[in-house]
């Protein structure tokens, strides 16, 4: 159905793709695979007509591709979801389908649009209503809305880059199925995933890219999450860090009756209470939507408390500045990274100045000090494992993965005495991931106090010495690293327990 | 760097060529025109001295406006308060005439800085204390500071019999220093240089600039930094209303040498397009307050010498807009903040 054959792209010194031949046959999901920066989304980019290759031809069902638009990729029969969605906030679901759809007609025709909505929905088991304002959706049903998108305009061939990274299990659970019945009807899939258990169930065959090039494709019968993990790589990630036996010091962290409502006003938070103390990883587990995400803006204090109240180290920060909070020794990875942890215009270097830019070594004086923050960048960059030109790189010029690195870096690097991570490994590829948890727990050996917030269960039981359960805006259950198993904790993710 | 001098010239360019065409539909013959255009600007050191004069103002307002803009607060309240800083500058020089003059021309213009930075925080303390858009706040208060004028030249400051409203003239000791003997180029010029390059090195090299750029570039972010938006806010309205009044000041201190009424007269808007060809950087404003205060001075001679209406520079003003702004959102969509 496709063909790319020798595909060659180049960002400056950056080789993002050095001659990449793929192939996609119809009816089938294909997954492509690679550490972060090896070149996924370019190469996804190329064939939808986003970025134009230096080399390389594409043929996509018999006909060639060349120096085509999204526009002609979508005429064509391809459709791509990205990272980011591409979506319109403020529309409803069906003026976000009409947008540059020649479909809709010279005169919109509505009815007829949200209709044919409403029937690929049913067809498909999306569960979307056409009138409903796209901002008001859950990233999940956002997803659902660039799928009907791209099937209303005709798409044979659909690229998901990175679908379920932000995706909470529930929501994963019912993508899935829709993949496969798109599969059962001829079309093809190209799956972009870090999650290699994903890959596993739902791919017929996987591609790995590693450093622009293909480094193996195989079936996946047969492959399990270690073949595909070393073919990324190209060498067996080492075993993680052995968890050193730390006992917990004095609680850094208190937080008591907390109460916060939402961005719409709707109370999300209704009154949690607990504690973390020194050398202590907490872990948070439930499912997205469960009031993680306003808990985590009330302690980094980007969200108001309406009640209750939390102390750093013994210093009530209930209603402190982000800067107080910080000079009392947090750190804040946050789970929106585009927008609210990074500055996507901005180079690496001022990124990691972000939140200090006040302080040395990035201030002298009343001038900025480039050269130490330059400085600075580059060894961050070396240590953190950023796929990057240099310090001076946008950050809007990294892969996703490398984007959340900076984050880790700049969060990281200061050593804190409480890291408050919320979904921290997203987007990450495997080695990454066991990058991340591995300072997680060197942080956890020197003493910090870590509340780790996080969808995935695997890795919460990898890093928790506790682990609490949210569930309705009420934290439901907490067990110790010993009594935790996985039956119990998705009972009570759930609810139910 | 080239990127943007090249869409610049090529905005100029087209602009220049779409209003030939417009010349030659006239029936005049456009390089006749263009040539009175070049000679009325440039044609003799009085020409460009009077067109130097003209973009110390531009240069200082546009500044501010730039500022603004990058650290997203829309302040279109250039005008008012450009008018604020020539009423404070003529106060200053009329209550204390026998000042002696170093004294006296300084402390006029400081006090037009002065002015105009409080008629910006003013629109910015209702912003920030009432909720009501800068947009509107600043654009009503043009109105207002223009109408301030004119009430203190029909009253107090207004030189009696003289049918015009307008206050006497200013002491000689309240004049701007001439920069070059024998014409009429004052140091405004110089004072607007120098701005350029302190705005620049605050923008690019102070926690302070880079807590505009970061706020401009994303709200979330910046209040993950830990930035203190209406601290930043109030501080960018009153730089910027600080080089608008200063503007203002110059404008009365160095060309007209007493307040007239009406002498801020669309400063405020042209500050906003030389901001905006400018690509809201300091020394992107430079050469496109020179082209706005040349082009303005040659449109005059044009007219009188081909009878092409001077009007005619709004246009090319408008058109080179379009384009330079169509450049850099095609070939800007990952331009560093
Ligand atoms: N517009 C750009 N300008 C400069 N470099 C770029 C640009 N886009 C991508 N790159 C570089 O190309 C390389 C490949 O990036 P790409 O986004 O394709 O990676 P990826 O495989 O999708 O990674 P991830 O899993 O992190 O999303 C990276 O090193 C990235 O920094
Ligand atoms: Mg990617």
Redesign the interface.
């Known amino acids: 159905m496709l063909e790319m054959r020798g595909i060659e792209k180049s960002f400056g010194a950056v080789r993002a793709n050095r001659g990449i031949d793929v192939s996609i046959p119809a009816g089938r999901i294909v997954g492509l695979l690679g550490e972060n920066g090896s070149g996924k989304t370019t190469l996804m980019n190329v064939l939808f007509g986003m970025v134009r290759a230096d080399a390389g031809t594409i043929t996509f069902d018999g006909r060639p591709l060349v120096h085509h638009t999204p526009h002609d990729a979508i005429a064509a029969g391809i459709g791509m979801i990205h990272q980011h969605f591409m979506l319109v906030p403020a529309m409803t679901v069906a003026e976000n389908v009409m947008l540059g759809w020649e479909d809709a007609g010279a005169w919109l025709r509505h009815d007829a649009v949200a209709q044919r909505i409403a029937e690929t929905s049913t067809a498909y088991g999306l569960d979307l209503d056409p009138h409903a304002v796209v901002g008001a959706l859950s990233l999940g049903a956002q997803q659902r809305v660039e799928i009907v998108k791209a099937l209303l305009r005709g798409a044979r061939l659909l690229v998901l880059d990175e679908p379920t990274s932000n995706l909470s299990p529930p929501e994963v659970a019912r993508l899935l199925p829709v993949l496969r019945k798109l599969r059962a009807e001829g079309r093809s899939v190209v799956f972009i995933s870090h999650k290699l258990q994903e890959v596993l169930d739902l791919c017929d065959e996987v591609i790995v890219l590693r450093d622009g090039a293909v480094a193996g494709a195989c079936p996946v019968a047969g492959a399990t999450r270690e073949t595909l993990a070393t073919m990324m790589v190209g060498r067996e990630l080492p075993p993680p860090l052995a968890r050193v036996e730390t006992t917990p010091g004095r609680e850094v962290l208190i937080v008591s009756d907390l109460r916060a409502l939402d961005d719409a006003g709707v109370e999300r938070l209704h009154g949690v209470s607990f504690s973390v103390r020194a050398g202590e990883v907490f872990a948070l587990a439930g499912v997205d939507g469960n009031g993680q995400a306003e808990l985590a803006d009330v302690i980094?204090?980007?969200r108001e408390a309406m009640h209750g109240s939390i102390s750093i180290d013994g210093d009530d920060v209930t209603h402190a500045?982000?800067?107080r909070r910080?000079r009392a020794g947090l750190a804040?990875v946050?789970a929106?990274r585009a927008?609210?942890?990074?500055?996507s215009?901005?180079?690496i270097a001022?990124n990691l100045?972000?939140?200090e830019?006040?302080a040395p070594p990035?201030?002298r004086g009343?001038?900025?000090d480039?050269a130490a923050t330059r400085a600075l960048a580059d060894e961050r960059i070396a240590a953190y494992g950023v796929r990057a030109e240099g310090g001076d790189a946008?950050v809007?010029?990294l892969s996703g993965g490398n984007q959340q690195k900076v984050i880790l870096a700049r969060e990281l690097g200061r050593r804190p005495a409480l890291l408050l991570a919320a979904q921290p490994t997203r987007g990450l590829d495997p080695g990454a991931t066991r990058f991340v948890i591995d300072q997680v727990l060197a942080l956890r050996a020197e003493g910090a106090a870590v509340l780790y917030i996080s969808t995935e269960l695997e890795e919460v039981m990898a890093v928790a010495d506790r682990i609490g359960v949210m569930f309705g805006g009420r934290l439901v259950g907490v067990v110790s690293r010993d009594d935790a198993d996985l039956t119990t904790l998705g009972l009570m993710m759930a609810g139910a327990a | 760097m080239t990127a943007t001098i090249t869409r610049g010239l090529t905005g100029v360019g087209a602009a220049l060529a779409i209003a030939a065409l417009l010349v030659l539909s006239s029936g005049k013959n456009p390089l006749v025109a263009y040539e009175a255009l070049a000679q009325g600007a440039f044609g003799s050191p009085d020409r460009i001295a009077v067109a130097l004069n003209k973009v110390a103002p531009y240069l200082l307002t546009a500044l501010g406006v730039a500022l603004c803009f990058r650290a997203r607060v829309i302040n279109i309240g250039g005008e008012g308060q450009i008018a604020l800083g020539g009423l404070g500058a003529a106060w200053v020089a009329l209550t204390i005439p026998a000042a002696p003059p170093v004294v006296l021309v300084v402390l006029s213009a400081l006090a037009g800085a002065v002015a105009g930075a409080m008629w910006a925080g003013l629109a910015a303390l209702i912003r920030l204390t009432r909720g009501v858009h800068e947009v509107l706040v600043t654009l009503l208060l043009n109105f207002v500071g223009v109408l301030l004028v004119a009430e203190a030249l029909h009253g107090d400051l207004g030189e009696p019999g003289a049918g015009f409203p307008q206050s006497p003239l200013l002491e000689r000791g309240a004049w701007l220093p001439k920069l070059v003997k024998g014409t009429d180029l004052h140091v405004g010029i110089v004072i607007a240089i120098v701005a350029v390059f302190v705005v620049h090195r605050v923008l690019?090299?102070?926690?302070f600039?880079?807590?505009l750029?970061?706020r401009g570039?994303?709200e979330?972010?910046a209040?993950?930094?830990?930035i203190?938006m209406h601290r930043s806010f109030m501080g960018v309205m009153l730089i910027s209303g600080a080089l608008a009044g200063l503007a203002g000041a110059i404008d009365v201190l160095g060309v007209h040498y007493r307040l007239i009424e009406g002498f801020s007269s669309g400063f405020g808007f042209t500050a906003v397009s030389i901001a905006l060809i400018g690509g809201l950087s300091p020394l992107g404003v430079l050469p496109a307050a020179l082209f706005f205060g040349f082009l303005e001075t040659g449109a005059l001679a044009m007219q009188r010498a081909v009878g092409v209406p001077s009007p005619l520079v709004s246009v090319i003003q408008g058109l080179t807009m379009v384009f330079v702004l169509a450049a850099i959102a095609l070939g800007g969509a990952?331009?560093?903040?």
Do not use: C, I, N
């Open positions: 980094g204090g980007l500045t982000v800067t910080l804040h946050p929106d927008t609210t942890g990074l500055v215009a901005m180079t001022e100045a972000l939140r830019s006040d990035f201030r009343p001038w900025l480039l946008l809007a010029t | 690019w090299h102070t926690p600039g880079f807590r750029r970061v570039a994303s979330k972010a209040a993950y930094a830990g203190d990952r331009r560093r903040v």
